[in-house]
């Protein structure tokens, strides 16, 4: 009972941010993602009979706390549709993204979990009931069971049947790219969870987020489908500026914005307004995305790679669905 799964990241375009229910992990907006190439996680897991706990291992070390509770929570979920409480599994794990910063590691990690955990225990599922179980691991990564731009559909029953992800446009539609600025690998001050819950709790200017969410959704899935890539990065850019304020009138108030991050976007702004056609977009992290088109790719890099205060710049195709080894 041994299967391994391989996942990439996905970066939403149309953001996540906002839980209607917190056990089930259903979000209070649908979301829009595109998968990349250039983050992934490669997960193997094996149910075994003489284990009397479950063990996980992150880059050949051993995890216990917060990290391990989620996973073995997760595993409950697969044991309890295989009838099969008692048998624990031995998970190994390894992340070739920044954990906590920002990158969705959570995302392809759960996303390799669930398709490995699920095809290792002898569950048949298709590619809606993966998405359907893996929200439950963490919500964005059940976009990253498909490959391309994939929509998370909300929904609106109180058991998440209908909350999942569906694809949207395949890897092969269009030749975008996506730059990773990395300006800070470390793990993050206030989780992705934890800020979201603050919040929706306390932000008097999440109300206006959620209505503003429908619309944005609409354009930019018309924007992909003509391949207008200015549609698309005006969207994406403004939708992330949205999420972000809404965490100013959190209360206590908190930005995972570092100095670095607003230099690198004015310099996105100054590229464009010198005819350099980028956009960015920031996750729950410090660290920024620049989405471009392919021949502008050396000269992106170079200008991103010179900025003071950013250690790395990672490039990205669009990246496939998961896929087992």
């Known amino acids: 009972m041994k299967a391994t799964a391989r996942a990439h990241t996905n970066i939403a375009l149309i953001k996540y941010w906002g839980k209607r229910n917190e056990q089930l992990i259903l979000p209070t907006n649908s979301s829009l993602s595109l998968t990349l190439n250039g983050f992934h996680t490669t997960t193997t897991v094996e149910f075994q009979e003489d284990l009397t706990e479950d063990n996980f291992f992150l880059n050949d070390e051993s995890v216990k706390g917060e990290q391990y509770d989620r996973v073995a929570k997760f595993l409950d979920l697969i044991r309890l549709r295989t009838g099969k409480e008692g048998l624990y599994a031995s998970v190994r794990s390894t992340n070739e993204v920044p954990t906590a910063a920002g990158f969705a590691s959570s995302a392809s990690g759960f996303a390799a979990l669930a398709a490995a955990g699920t095809k290792a225990a002898g569950l048949e599922m298709s590619s809606q009931d993966l998405s359907r179980i893996t929200r439950q691991g963490s919500g964005s990564a059940c976009r990253s069971i498909y490959g391309g731009f994939a929509e998370w559909r909300m929904g609106d029953r109180p058991d998440g049947a209908d909350s999942h992800a569906i694809p949207v446009a395949s890897a092969e539609h269009w030749d975008i790219r996506v730059a990773a600025v990395v300006l800070n690998d470390t ?79 004015q310099k996105v702004r100054e590229m464009r307004k010198s005819g350099l056609p980028v956009y960015f977009t920031i996750d729950a992290g410090p660290n920024v995305k620049v989405l471009y088109l392919p021949e502008y790719e050396e000269k992106v890099k170079q200008i991103l790679s010179d900025i003071e205060g950013v250690t790395d710049v990672r490039l990205s195709k669009v990246g496939q669905g998961v896929t087992y080894l």
């Open 187 to 265: 793990m993050k001050k206030v989780s992705s969870r934890a800020g979201m819950k603050r919040t929706v709790e306390t932000s008097p200017f999440f109300r206006g987020w959620i209505e503003s969410v429908p619309n944005d959704l609409k354009e930019i899935k018309a924007g992909i489908a003509m391949k207008d890539f200015e549609k698309v990065g005006q969207i994406a850019e403004a939708n992330c500026l949205k999420m972000h304020a809404t965490t100013l009138g959190a209360n206590p108030p908190f930005t995972y914005w570092l100095d670095t991050t607003m230099t690198v976007m």
